[in-house]
């Protein structure tokens, strides 16, 4: 079994009850990874919540969310060499379409 990792999930406060995301928070956890949501409630949370995330040394956080998601994690991470990930629970998701990211939940954190 690989090491176990510290994941931070920053999600969209409208995407945390999906039952897709819940399951991929499961199967992460039953594969021996501790894995820490934090979820937005407004504009600019998934900056703040980044950064303080960042802080605190994790192997990888990862948005959770859409393109805005992405964008504010992406700049809450500003300064600091911590892997990002992305899964794409947004509308749009044209970040992720782009980049090869598949759009289920459980692909994509894998």
């Not at 994941?7 to 594969?31: E, K, Q, T």
């Not at 501790?34 to 979820?39: E, G, Q």
């Not at 919540?49 to 990862?62: F, H, K, M, N, T």
Request: aromatic share 4%; hydrophobic share 45%.
């Amino acid at each position: 079994m690989p090491a176990s990792k510290h994941i931070i999930l920053v999600v969209h406060g409208g995407r945390a009850a999906r039952p897709d995301f819940r399951h991929m928070v499961s199967w992460v956890r039953d594969r021996g990874h501790l894995v820490d949501v934090r979820v937005t409630f407004e504009r600019g949370d998934a900056a703040a919540l980044a950064r303080r995330a960042a802080a605190e040394g994790p192997d990888v956080i990862a948005a959770v969310g859409g393109d805005g998601t992405l964008n504010e994690v992406v700049n809450g991470l500003d300064g600091y060499d911590t892997p990002l990930g992305v899964v794409p629970l947004g509308t749009a998701n044209d970040f992720a379409r782009q980049a090869g990211i598949p759009p289920d939940a459980d692909h994509a954190m894998d």
